[in-house]
């Protein structure tokens, strides 16, 4: 499944839920898009299932097979299989950046990447996925600093910034000061459904 690149208001009112790295938009009807969203619907063990991925998905901008293989890492790990999946998504540079405050939204965080704007430990990169280790220092170069986006989001940040990441906004940069925990995921999730979902079907 490729990733989305639809109506983003649509997935917020449809999951129920707001999604910080996927708008910063909140809907104004609370309920489901379509003709029959007004009408609750029971939603079945798969169904809910189902949802809780789709959350992981759209929230951290990431394909059904880049899911996929971080959950087989994450099963293959040592620790609890829906921690390490949350850590390893937490992890991706382009979550990094839109945590830090360097962008509205993991999307844009994943533009600014793309285009080159993103320095690791001063190296320019373009890989959105790069996986974060303790240490390694997050910055823009100086036309990225000077972009309106990357301005007003320094200046009015979507999410209050994690504790693993220590951000120097003047200099804009974020250095990794260690790994990030479950508890820390910006949006209510059940990962233990997650965990189901995939248990049956990798």
Known sequence: MARYTGPRLKIVRALGIELPGLTRKTPNRDYGPGQHGMKPKRKSGFGVQLMEKQKLRYNYGVSERQIQRLFREAKNDKGQTGAKLLELLERRLD?????????????????????????????????ASIRLRSGDVISLSDKGRALPIVVESLAQP?????????????????????????????????????????AVRL
């Open 95 to 127: 979550n990094a950046v839109f945590r830090a405050g360097f962008a509205p939204t993991a999307l844009a965080a994943r533009q600014l990447v793309s285009h080159r704007h993103v320095r690791l430990n001063g190296r320019p990169v373009n890989i």
């Open 158 to 198: 979507t999410l209050e910034r994690p504790e693993w990441l220590s951000v120097d906004v003047r200099q804009a940069t974020a250095t990794v000061s260690r790994l990030p925990e479950a508890s820390e995921v910006p949006m209510p999730i059940e990962i233990q459904h997650v965990v189901e979902y995939y």
